[in-house]
């Protein structure tokens, strides 16, 4: 290698060019999809929907449900009534649902498989959009196969316009499943206009129009009463078939405040149905509209993010929108950065702890050329093995800092003290490499062995260990590979600059011994 210093160049760069372009072809995401026995399903029904028409719905689902509890892939399920689902208490056109799967080996099918089953059968069910995914622990307690992306600014039509074009778009695209939107002004709502001066006349309050509405067509807490120790709500309500329709409005009477008559509430007040969206959600201040999507099996959360960003800048245009993320999405945004940041600062800490053990920054320098090579090492065993970059593999890829400048420490370290004893610097890396061989070898076999049960494990959990067990096989074994010959090269080049960390101290001694030699008298 010290002959052909040309050819060791062209093969470290090709190696880390190599790398650098297998991570760019590389799905990102958040984790891989798991296999955690813990699935989630959410229920939506159309805008408007009331209590009993979201229960059948509910019943439905239930069905569908305990087909698998009876033929023992899940060992129990839990359906929540409409209006505790992920839209709020205050929503009766929504649902919640949950299925704990048996533990892993005692069923024959992987949560993937049961999911997609499922997924079908409940796309069956009329009168709602029903969602099954994979509880993700790193996914804020979510279903991890949703991409959800918000849009913000000043005004919601404005919003909601932009992102009917995108969820159209968005539909185009096979690996995006029920592309939609939170903003959906469908929502019936009951608009009463109270004739002041006609009410004002009749000796009727707006108060006292309030308190009507508020105890016939909802319900009006009027009292607390104590039986056995245990205190109970006593609510004011009208029978349901009396409050069924708007035109009921026109039976009711308030009682006026002046006469002490009963008034007809229709000849006060004029009422209207109109369309308006469930809620009005805000993001920094800012009225916002998010578009949401479950993944296909197939397809990353970062190339879903980043189409669904493409889409949106070019339906934006010039005008004044901010995008912004939530759910799985954000995580998958935060951790990006994160990673990075812990990458950057591990290598600065290792760089500064060999500066301080070596006395110099040209033989960290030298030992830290194994990193890139390791981290290739590693992505290229990602890309063989079909694994995506996600937050599993990054720690795989900051634990191979250390695992790869391990090799380079053995050889620089040796080297040092060869020159110590008076080597030349190609001497002494020459043979530091014939001596150090074996111990390099021998630590690099132990470590590979020792994630080989990491890369080919089964079971419940299976995929997270998998890709740091890749990353480590594969890193672990190029950087070793290449360390025999880069190592060499660049200490042979850099070392010439620095001295040993024994130099100064043997020039001391060496000074001292000469002193007190001479300080002999002369026989």
Known sequence: ALHAKPVVFALFGL????????????????????????????????????????RRIMDDVEKVLLGYVERKEATRILVVAPGFGDQGANRFNSGLGRVFLADWEKRERSGDEIIGEMNRKMGEIPGAVVRVSMQNPLAGGGGGNDVSLVLGGQDYPELAEIADRIVAKARENPQLIRPRMNYEPTNPRAIVDIDLE???????????????????????????????????????????????????????????????????LSSVVTYKTVGETGERRRLDRLAAVSIAATLGPD?????????????????????????????????????????????????????LVLAAQFESFIHPLTIMMTVPLGVAGGVFGLFMFDNSFNIYSQIGLIILIALAAKNGILLVEFANQLRDEGREIREAILEASDLRLRPILM?????????????????????????????????????????????????????????????????????????????????
């Open 15 to 54: 190696v880390i060019f190599g790398g650098w372009f297998v991570m760019q072809q590389l799905p990102s995401e958040l984790t891989r999809p798991e296999d955690r026995g813990n699935l989630l399903i959410n229920v939506q029904a159309p805008e408007g929907s009331g209590f009993e028409y979201t």
């Open 198 to 264: 006609r009410a004002a006349a009749l000796g009727v309050s707006v108060q006292t129009v309030g308190r009507t509405l508020e105890a016939t067509m909802g319900a009006r807490r009027v009292n607390t009463i104590t039986d056995r120790g245990r205190e109970y709500y006593v609510y004011l309500q009208a029978e349901r078939t009396e409050r069924s329709d708007l035109s009921d409005l026109g039976d009711k009477f308030v009682r006026s405040d002046t006469t002490g008559a009963l008034v007809p």
């Open 299 to 351: 397809y990353a959360m970062g190339d879903a993010l980043d189409y669904l960003e493409g889409i949106a800048r070019a339906e934006m245009g010039a005008q004044n929108v901010a995008i912004g993320y939530q759910g799985a999405a954000k995580q998958f945004k935060d951790s990006t950065g994160a990673i990075v940041f812990a990458f950057g600062f591990a290598l600065l800490i290792v760089f």
């Open 443 to 523: 630590t690099s076999i132990a470590t590979v062995i020792g994630a080989v049960p990491l890369m080919i494990a089964d079971g419940a959990g299976a995929e997270s260990r998998q890709t740091i067990g890749v990353v480590i096989v594969f890193g672990v074994t190029v950087a070793t590979m290449m360390t025999l010959f880069v190592v060499p090269v660049f200490y042979d080049m850099l070392a010439r600059f620095t001295r040993s960390p024994e130099a100064v101290a043997k020039d001391i001694e060496r000074y001292e011994t000469e002193e007190a030699a001479a300080q002999q008298p002369a026989e």
